[in-house]
């Protein structure tokens, strides 16, 4: 029996992070489907931003740590003390009759955890957080409107735009791969950094979360300058480089605050 095409899609992507490069012929064989259907499953894998076609085959997009776009089970393992702490502190922050946004990120993910008893609206396009949420008898959720991105289970595209219209957040709590004073916010993902970018335009408070890893740092995609950002919320300090306490002073100078969160 013939997998489905999402099953046989992530059996390529596991495939190519062990190997990094496979033909397609070898690929049409492995999985007794027609040249042009695996050529329709690259196609799909490129669009996530999982793959890169070359010539003769495909390969993995970047195993490197820090620029491949890893999935949620691989990125909720990373810093999970520092996402946990973070998490906590920016709960705190979350008052009852708040409508606020959730990314998809994994640090956003970790404040439903402190969020269960709220009496709050909170809007996604994560449906991991979305069903994390779902344990709760006291909030409301609406999932943003898009197609799923199947990696991560988000939902993202231009169906967004018409979304973001009919409602209004309190404030929006977000992630991405890199905070810089420079640069901003920027992320890896096009498709997620337009999301971001949709919560920032409709919230009044902008709240972003943030561990050591990504302070200093730039990846491709902007979301927003640091002017546009009300508070950064970080782990403990002890974990930071003096050159990235530099960084937070700089953005701090800037007017926004900065919050230090305890593990």
């Known amino acids: 029996m013939k997998r489905l095409p999402y099953v046989r899609q992530q059996a390529i992507l596991d495939h190519l992070k062990e190997v990094d490069f496979v033909d397609i012929n070898s690929l049409q064989k492995q999985f007794s489907v027609s040249y042009m259907t695996i050529l329709r499953d690259i196609d799909a894998l490129e669009m996530q931003g999982d793959v890169s076609r070359v010539y003769g085959g495909v390969k993995i997009q970047n195993n490197n740590k820090g620029i491949h776009d890893l999935s949620i089970e691989e990125r909720f393992k990373n810093n999970i003390e520092s996402k946990t702490a973070i998490a906590k502190k920016a709960a705190g922050f979350v008052n009852n009759g708040d409508v606020i946004g959730l990314d998809a990120s994994t640090t956003a993910l970790q404040m439903c955890n402190f969020l269960l008893d709220m009496e709050i609206t909170v809007i996604t396009n994560s449906i991991h957080v979305a069903l994390q949420l779902s344990n709760s008898q006291t909030i409301n959720t609406l999932l943003y409107g898009g197609i799923v991105r199947k990696s991560a289970l988000t939902l993202v595209g231009p169906m967004i735009y018409e979304f973001e219209k009919i409602f209004n957040l309190t404030r929006s709590f977000i992630s991405a791969k890199s905070l810089s004073a420079k640069s901003g916010l920027s992320d ?17 408070e902008v709240f972003i979360l943030a561990d050591h890893t990504k302070i200093g740092t730039t990846s491709v995609y902007s979301v927003c300058n640091v002017d546009s950002i009300d508070c950064i919320i970080v782990d403990n300090q002890s974990t930071f480089k003096p050159e990235q306490l530099e960084t937070l002073a700089e953005m701090e100078k800037i007017g926004t605050k900065i919050c230090f969160a305890e593990e």
């Open 188 to 204: 890896i993902t096009l498709e997620e950094s337009e999301v971001k970018k949709s919560l920032i335009r409709r919230s009044k």
